[in-house]
Structure formats: structure tokens, C-alpha cells
């Protein structure tokens, strides 16, 4: 059973003879129409006279799968917590959807401390991992939420009773988004999107910047995003 969309639709490209592009574009029509995701590759199985039993997504075994990542290795995870808050904040092409971010931040807070291990990570590995949790939660929002022209609009109808509770928040999440509001990362307040800054509240970010004057300053260089899984050498941060 496949575990991303982008699998799922490769698989179903292989057995139609059908190319991966065109069977992307159609399902991307259909969901900007209102339909979900797996009610839109379904029309295509229908319609090729395949069996939509054999074309599945497992929303279950697709948090498992991200809880797994997120657990194996905490300096990774913390790299990757903020690779994807610098995607979700960016105004390219690339940016991260906001409900998939809510994904992420709802099963990183599940992630128990006696799991959190450090070791040494190469870039690499942590590229892979990035672009791995991407294509997971957004194919993961795009099943157990419900859709319209508009967004997410509630819970998907088959969304299975024990991932309820993380749709509903990320619906509650995403409905303040698009109301220009957002849930502060560091102390959990509504505020305004326009007073946020690095996702944080302005009190948050204040206190987080006065502890920082007090640090010796170091020079690094930024890994800057290009795309999913990709990365190149910034400029250098003080």
C-alpha cells in the first residue's frame, strides 16, 4: 500500500499507461473543484476500469510512518521543525500549505521526551527526511480533511475515528488562518498574522530575542530552500 499521494498516483501511472503529469494535473482539478483527494482518484480507477479497493491510501499507517521519523532522531527532527517553519512563512511556489504544517506540529508535540535521542546528522539525511515529512502530511490533510473551492471546510466522513481529534484541530487551525489569525508556536495565544514574526507572537518573539543578546555571536551560513528536498549554500547569518 502506498503511503504518499505522489506514490499512489505513480503506481496507478505504471498500470494505466498514462503519464504521471497528466494523472496529477486531473486529480489537482478535481480537488480545486471540491472533491477529495481519494474521491478523485477513484473517478480516474473508475474510469479505467480498475478496482478502487487495490489503489489505497492508510491515513493510520501514514502518521505512523511520520511519528517514526519524528522520533528516530531528535537533532533531525529540531533541523527539520525549522526548515518547514521558514517554508510555511515563504511566499514562493515551494511554501509549505499551512494545514500540513499543522499536521506536523500536532504529532511533533505527541512525540514523548524518552524518544528524543541525539546524534550527528549529515544534511543529506536531513534533506531526504524533509522532503519525506512533506509529501506525507500533505497527502495525510488531504484525506482526513474535508474539502471545498474554499479549503478545508471539516472532517473527511471516512476520516477513522482515532485521527478525528487531529482533523479537528487542524481545521479549527487553518479556518484562523484564513481568517488572517494564527496560534502562536511558543505560548498558544491567538493573534493577528500580521503581528507574528517566526510564527511566534510578538511577547514570545521579544523574550526570545532578549535571551539571544545575551549569546556570544557566531557566523553561519543559512542552508536556503530551492524546492522539496533541496538545498544550497546562504548567506552568512549573525
Same mark, same amino acid.
Given at each position: 500500500?502506498?503511503?504518499?499521494?505522489?506514490? &499512489?498516483?505513480?503506481?496507478?501511472?505504471?498500470?494505466? /499507461?498514462?503519464?504521471?503529469?497528466?494523472?496529477?494535473?486531473?486529480?489537482?482539478?478535481?480537488?480545486? !473543484?471540491?472533491? /477529495?483527494?481519494?474521491?478523485?482518484?477513484?473517478?480516474?480507477?473508475?474510469?479505467?476500469g480498475?478496482?478502487?479497493?487495490?489503489?489505497?491510501?492508510?491515513?493510520?499507517?501514514?502518521?505512523?510512518?511520520?511519528?517514526?521519523?519524528?522520533?528516530?532522531?531528535?537533532?533531525?527532527? &529540531?533541523?527539520?521543525?525549522?526548515?518547514?517553519?521558514?517554508?510555511?512563512? !515563504?511566499?514562493?511556489?515551494?511554501?509549505?500549505?499551512?494545514?500540513? +504544517? +499543522?499536521?506536523?506540529?500536532?504529532? &511533533?508535540?505527541?512525540?514523548?521526551?524518552?524518544? #528524543?535521542?541525539?546524534?550527528?546528522?549529515?544534511?543529506?539525511?536531513?534533506?531526504?527526511?524533509?522532503?519525506?515529512?512533506?509529501?506525507?502530511?500533505?497527502?495525510?490533510? !488531504?484525506?482526513?480533511?474535508?474539502?471545498?473551492? #474554499?479549503?478545508?471546510? /471539516?472532517?473527511?466522513?471516512?476520516?477513522?475515528?482515532?485521527l478525528?481529534?487531529?482533523?479537528?484541530?487542524?481545521?479549527r487551525?487553518?479556518?484562523?488562518?484564513?481568517?488572517?489569525?494564527?496560534?502562536c508556536?511558543?505560548?498558544g495565544?491567538?493573534?493577528?498574522?500580521?503581528?507574528?514574526?517566526?510564527?511566534l507572537? !510578538?511577547?514570545?518573539?521579544?523574550?526570545?530575542? /532578549?535571551?539571544?543578546?545575551?549569546?556570544?555571536?557566531?557566523?553561519?551560513?543559512?542552508?536556503?530552500?530551492?524546492? +522539496?528536498?533541496?538545498?544550497?549554500?546562504?548567506?552568512?547569518?549573525?
Amino acid at each position: 500500500m502506498s503511503l504518499t499521494a505522489r506514490d &499512489l498516483l505513480h503506481r496507478i501511472a505504471e498500470d494505466t /499507461g498514462q503519464s504521471f503529469t497528466e494523472l496529477a494535473r486531473r486529480v489537482n482539478d478535481e480537488m480545486a !473543484s471540491g472533491k /477529495g483527494i481519494m474521491d478523485a482518484v477513484r473517478k480516474i480507477l473508475i474510469k479505467n476500469g480498475l478496482d478502487p479497493n487495490e489503489y489505497r491510501l492508510s491515513p493510520v499507517r501514514i502518521v505512523n510512518r511520520i511519528t517514526h521519523l519524528l522520533e528516530e532522531e531528535y537533532s533531525q527532527t &529540531l533541523m527539520i521543525s525549522a526548515v518547514l517553519a521558514q517554508m510555511v512563512e !515563504s511566499t514562493d511556489k515551494d511554501r509549505f500549505p499551512p494545514p500540513a +504544517f +499543522f499536521i506536523f506540529l500536532e504529532l &511533533l508535540n505527541s512525540v514523548p521526551e524518552a524518544k #528524543q535521542t541525539t546524534n550527528l546528522s549529515l544534511s543529506s539525511e536531513i534533506d531526504e527526511k524533509t522532503t519525506e515529512i512533506i509529501e506525507l502530511t500533505t497527502t495525510l490533510v !488531504s484525506i482526513i480533511c474535508s474539502w471545498s473551492k #474554499q479549503g478545508i471546510t /471539516g472532517v473527511a466522513r471516512d476520516c477513522p475515528d482515532e485521527l478525528r481529534d487531529l482533523a479537528r484541530v487542524v481545521a479549527r487551525k487553518t479556518r484562523l488562518y484564513q481568517a488572517g489569525l494564527w496560534t502562536c508556536l511558543s505560548c498558544g495565544k491567538v493573534v493577528d498574522l500580521k503581528d507574528t514574526r517566526a510564527l511566534l507572537c !510578538s511577547e514570545c518573539d521579544a523574550k526570545i530575542y /532578549g535571551d539571544l543578546e545575551d549569546m556570544p555571536v557566531r557566523t553561519y551560513h543559512e542552508r536556503e530552500r530551492t524546492g +522539496f528536498g533541496k538545498t544550497k549554500k546562504g548567506p552568512e547569518l549573525e
